[in-house]
């Protein structure tokens, strides 16, 4: 019996082993939409998404966003406290540049048992039952305090944590949740770049864009990135957010 196991345990690690190979040859293959340098714009350069300059301001613009609205930071994690039971902040696992796993900081807007509670409501998902992206117009497990955040994008803000620490950049495609793993071939592209605080969904409809209509967008940044699309979104993202459409 215990050779039975043995034997299964490795059958699923060389399977394992395969499906990642595939998908990390699948990614490389994306890459090659971003290899048009961001100075010379001729293709075997470095592009603006992997640019060291795009990363440094990256950097900058979020320790100079902290600094700013640091109280308002700490007024939202006393609301978050006196609202309900659990920590401030909720750090969830997001798949970022070449499918890698990364902590996501964000102020907690659910129950402190949400992720429990997820499977149980699959169903309800806007995107479909079968859709990787989890999305529900009202969302039995957000709190009081969370329902305001999430309206006006305000739990994103300790998004700029992971920003600094160079797991994201200000502008680009949105981490998911799920593996990289769950993506379909087409999808992978958006891998090929690192993940960002706001992109073209952001300013575009938000959560009312389903999953394949937000590769789309992040396909249409990624052959026009540039340093002046990254700022035209970044001035754009905060009139979308204080509309509140499509923040579920």
Known sequence: MSELLVQSTAEENIHCKRKLGELRKNID????????????????????????????????????????????????????????????????????????????????TMVDNAEELKQSLRHMSHHGEDSPDFKIAKDPRITRVGGFLRRYSLDELPNLISVLVGDMRLVGPRPTSFHATTYNAEHLVRLSVYPGLTGLWQISGRSNIDFDGRVSLDKEYIEKQSFWLDIKILLLTPFKVIEGKGAC
């Open 29 to 108: 293959k994306a890459l090659l939409r971003s290899t048009k340098g961001w100075i010379t714009g001729r293709q075997g350069g470095r592009c603006w998404m992997l640019s060291r300059t795009k990363h440094v301001c990256s950097v900058i613009g979020a320790l100079l966003i902290l600094l700013a609205i640091s109280p308002l930071m700490i007024l939202i994690a006393i609301a978050i406290k006196s609202d309900s039971k659990g920590s401030v902040f909720f750090l969830q696992e997001r798949t970022g540049f070449m499918g890698r796993r990364f902590k996501l900081y964000k102020f907690r």
